[in-house]
């Protein structure tokens, strides 16, 4: 069976102009900030990225790599507005699609099950429509007569996750108490890449925990990567919590002396002048 | 007793907002929601279902007796068996709700947090909102995004329901003709008067509009003694 492990550059230098990009987590939750950050190291841009958002979307859109967003909100929980997202949003320098929540969700289970679209009672009545003049309803042909907007499936050419543990062979598993929506990213993706704390055995995987937590299974991965620390400042529980004061750094700091402080260098050097992992037990 | 505060009036109309909601999820958003919801299934809606904030269902000792990541979430929200209270930057006399945008869309003036899950929320489950500070720039003629549907929006939707409208000065709801907004109580030390000059739009009201319930010695006890010792409800309501 084929090693998929890679380097989180590697992973950008599949990563092309234009493409379509699903990151996973939720807000500033488990997100594939190594790989983010490996994607700010490269030159690729024109990126249309959807995502349940957080930092992931506000970095990327701060560092101009972004053409359109398609989210339902961009938030870094903790802080309620993110600050680089809310900027490009005011100064007109990003395109958006922006639907529900739920909408979100069906669009990724359309795209994972290959349908062009599922209907959804959501939207009806509301801006979304008038801000999505693509979009389209569909009524039910059965005797309740319903109208529902018809989500378009939300595939993308390639996904980002991260999650705690995962095998070389790309079975990804996750300890905290939320999936999110890690496995439906992958499923609705060309090529998906999972970053993870820890490369363990496959056997070691289900060695203490229960075998629900393989949320992504190898034959919707392309490539794995070992990231300790991968998804911060974001959390990922129970590995480690959210690195508030970084992320209230991160809010605070004007893009370009951000960037240049704590993304001028490889991850080793991240690590280092951010000061992940101070403190922390062995 | 020591004189009840707003912030506990408040508490008590978000509360309110569950009675008779029987073996759904409450999900309030923000701290005198929050407080209220407890409240509720401590007296009056004993079989309410609350989250600790995340993935989990926890009864009142914390006991974990559930499950609900996002995605299971989302499902329940479809289902119904859910009253949401949730937060609006901007709500229209029909109820219609903003937290996506303030200005044009196409180049706001002031991004907020998107549409978040406001309009699958209002066309499948009850949907309440809760204003800590009721002013113009909140009650508004016409929201700019319409996020949370409204009444005006909403004629075909079957689960469409809005029960009640929270702020720092009073309780609203829809009871009229046209489901326009009506002031349906205010808190004590607070007049029709000071409400009308706070909002933006005409007000259907009564001749007499009642006063928000005063919290039974019990209720205030579980407020300050039990549910919320550390008083985290007068950051939202301060006066």
Redesign the interface.
Known sequence: MSDKTMSADEVAGRLADGMTLGIGGWGSRRKPMALVRALLRSQVTDLTVVSYGGPDVGMLVAAGRVRRLVVPFVTLDSIPLEPHFRAARERGAVELTEIDEAMFMWGLRAAANRLPFLPVRAGIGSDVLRVNPGLRTVTSPYDDGETFVAVPALRVDAALVHVNRADRLGDGQYLGPDPYFDDLFCEAADAAYVSCERIVDTAELTKDAAPQTLLVKRHTVTGVVEAPNGAHFTSCAPDYGRDEAFQKTYATTPWPQFAERYLGGDEQAYRSAARVGVGEGT | MTEVTRAEYCVIACAEAWRDAGEVLASPMGVIPSVGARLARRTFAPDLLLTDG???LVGPDGAVEG?L???QH?AL??GGRRHVMMGASQIDRYGNQNI??IGD????????????????N???NPTSYWVPRHSRRVFVEKVD?????GYD??A?????RIPRVVSDLGVFDFATPDRSMRLASVHPGVTVAQVREATGFALAASDEVPYTREPSARELALIRDVIDPAGTRTREVGH
Do not use: I, K
């Open positions: 995340e993935a989990l499950w990541p996002y995605r989302l929200v479809t996506s945008c869309w196409a180049r706001p003036t002031r991004q907020l947090l998107g549409v978040r899950g406001a309009p699958v209002t066309l499948n995004m319409v996020c949370g549907v929006r909403a075909d939707a079957p689960y469409h």
